[in-house]
């Protein structure tokens, strides 16, 4: 059974820090990239980093460069979005999703919120 398990979210305040975890199973988790996607009330998901099989971190959101980082632990088959200098327009839902070809799998989300 293939699952995605996102965890690490919570209330922050700004300019705090969170790490996010996303644990795999059910899949070859190092064949896989993986992505960090975040959905914020009201608008469309939007895919915010990725790391690549090899460890290649990538991020796509300008406001997030900078200060969101990918990982992964193979061994662990577990993927991280390091957040720091969180601002309140972070806030959202985030979702990790694994690809690979024409395979892709969903985690369930976790909320930030980032208030004072």
């Known amino acids: 059974q293939v699952m995605l398990v996102e965890s690490g979210g919570g209330l922050v305040q700004p300019g705090g820090s969170l790490k996010l975890s996303c644990a795999a199973s059910g899949f070859t988790f190092s064949n896989y990239a993986m992505r960090w996607y975040r959905q914020a009330p009201g608008k469309e998901r939007e895919l915010v980093a990725l790391i690549t099989t090899p460890g290649i971190s990538i991020t796509y959101v300008d406001s997030v460069k900078g200060r969101f980082t990918a990982s992964r632990d193979n061994a662990k088959n577990t993927a991280y979005l390091q957040m720091n200098s969180l601002k309140p327009e972070d806030t959202a839902v985030y979702y990790c999703?694994?690809?690979?070809?024409?395979?892709?799998?969903w985690g369930q989300g976790t909320q930030v919120t980032v208030s004072s």
């Open positions: 999703k694994a690809i690979s070809g024409v395979n892709a799998y």
